[in-house]
């Protein structure tokens, strides 16, 4: 057997630029994107914010995001980490105004079927007492594309009344 593997800290550690102010930067290898990556084990990796509050605090639950306060995504100080949903991200990139290009709502998305106009026309359709069944003929979608637009699980950006239709 080889040497045993080390620990999380001894390969993060020797990573990191560490100032007494502002971000700990990581030195290692990245993503496309600029967030550091760092091996577990077993062919494992993770991104080095999420091994930096492993060391720091512990264990992160499951389906549980660490965030950046400092927008940087080389980033390991744990003052500038926080933990939350995929919702809390994105809300929190909307309000730093960091959506951008990636702001693919509604009909804005390449693959949208529906344009904003027909989702709040169906919106008030169906809270004028139609159902989607009756309007899934002159939509042009199949009735869980439609049912889901009514119901706001797509087009949720959309400042219009939205029905709740049993399923």
């Not at 080889?2 to 999380?8: I, N, R």
């Not at 940087?72 to 939350?84: R, T």
């Not at 991200?89 to 804005?108: C, L, S, V």
Request: charged share 25%; aromatic share 8%.
């Amino acid at each position: 057997m080889g040497p045993a593997p080390k620990k999380l800290s001894e390969r993060f550690w020797p990573k990191v630029s560490r100032s007494s102010r502002g971000c700990w930067l990581w030195r290692g290898a990245k993503t496309r994107g600029g967030y550091g990556i760092l091996a577990l084990v077993n062919g494992v990796h993770t991104t080095a914010h999420r091994a930096a509050w492993l060391l720091f605090f512990g264990p992160i639950r499951p389906g549980i995001y660490v965030l950046h306060r400092c927008d940087n995504p080389a980033c390991v100080n744990p003052s500038h980490l926080w933990v939350g949903t995929q919702k809390a991200n994105i809300h929190d990139m909307m309000a730093k105004g960091r959506m951008g290009t990636y702001d693919k709502r509604g009909e804005r998305n390449p693959s949208a079927k529906l344009t904003d106009a027909d989702v709040r026309r169906a919106r008030t359709m169906v809270a004028s007492g139609l159902s989607i069944e009756g309007l899934v003929k002159s939509s042009g979608v199949t009735k869980k594309t439609l049912r889901k637009a009514v119901t706001g699980k797509t087009f949720a950006h959309l400042e219009a009344e939205t029905t709740r239709i049993g399923e």
